[in-house]
């Protein structure tokens, strides 16, 4: 089983459109949660950390369920200029501490 | 303020050959990382460092050594490169003592080894 999983997709949704994307990862003592924005042969870029009570930052939502080990984030009125890969990161603890990366979702938004 | 850069943005090897990837980086930051990225594979890392003449490894450091002579500067050797190596780097570094810090990348350096 892969540490951090994400439907890959892609999501072709329309422009104006609410979009939410889910991750789940495997290391249940991992801490720390972000998402990073990746567009197409850029390089990763910090989106937003997830906290444990959930955070906004303008049209982003990003949620947290330690519970059930996954992690959402939620795009409200989406621009053609949110078109891009969403990388579920998470920090695993242990010998190596280090980020873990997921493969991605690719979201296409349509004029 | 250029941030992260890296030299060179494409390369194309021969099996064998080898290369070094040059990272530099402006703003001061402590912890540099040398990932690689593969298709239907998350970022992975291959080495990184705390500090100015550290280095470590990482979760896929075969084949590729390191090194941190100057603070700003983080080098990824290919010393024979093979078909495996093919792939996209990535440079990062953050300004904080923990990897939950903000990472910023560099432009990536994409690598293709015949």
């Known amino acids: 089983r892969k540490e951090v999983e994400q439907d890959p997709g892609p999501f072709n949704v329309p422009e104006g459109a609410t979009v939410a994307f889910n991750c789940t990862y495997s290391?249940?003592?991992?801490?720390?949660f972000f998402w990073y924005r990746q567009d197409c042969r850029k390089e990763p870029k910090l989106l937003m950390s997830?906290?444990?009570s959930g955070n906004e930052d303008g049209r982003f939502t990003a949620q947290l369920n330690r519970a059930s080990q996954y992690i959402s984030l939620l795009i409200r009125d989406s621009k053609l200029s949110d078109s891009a890969t969403y990388l579920c990161?998470?920090?695993?603890?242990?010998?190596?501490?280090?980020?873990?990366f997921g493969t991605g979702t690719r979201l296409t938004i349509i004029p | 303020n250029a941030g992260v850069t890296q030299t060179p943005k494409f390369r194309v090897l021969k099996t064998g050959q080898s290369m070094t990837l040059l990272c530099a980086q402006d703003?001061?930051?402590?912890?540099m990382y040398w990932y690689r990225q593969d298709p239907g594979m998350g970022l992975r890392l291959i080495h990184y460092?705390?500090?100015?003449?550290?280095?470590a490894k990482g979760e896929v450091p075969d084949g590729y050594n390191v090194s941190r002579l100057k603070k700003q500067n983080f080098l990824l050797g290919l010393e024979s490169a093979a078909p495996s190596q093919t792939s996209v780097y990535f440079c990062?570094?953050?300004?904080?003592?923990?990897?939950?810090?903000?990472?910023?990348f560099g432009p990536g350096t994409r690598l293709t080894v015949l």
């Open positions: 990161v998470v920090t695993s603890p242990g010998a190596l501490e280090k980020l873990t």
């Open positions: 703003m001061n930051h402590e912890y």
């Open positions: 990062a570094s953050s300004g904080g003592t923990s990897v939950t810090d903000t990472q910023y």
């Open positions: 290391n249940s003592a991992s801490q720390s």
């Open positions: 460092s705390v500090g100015e003449g550290t280095t």
């Open positions: 997830v906290y444990s």
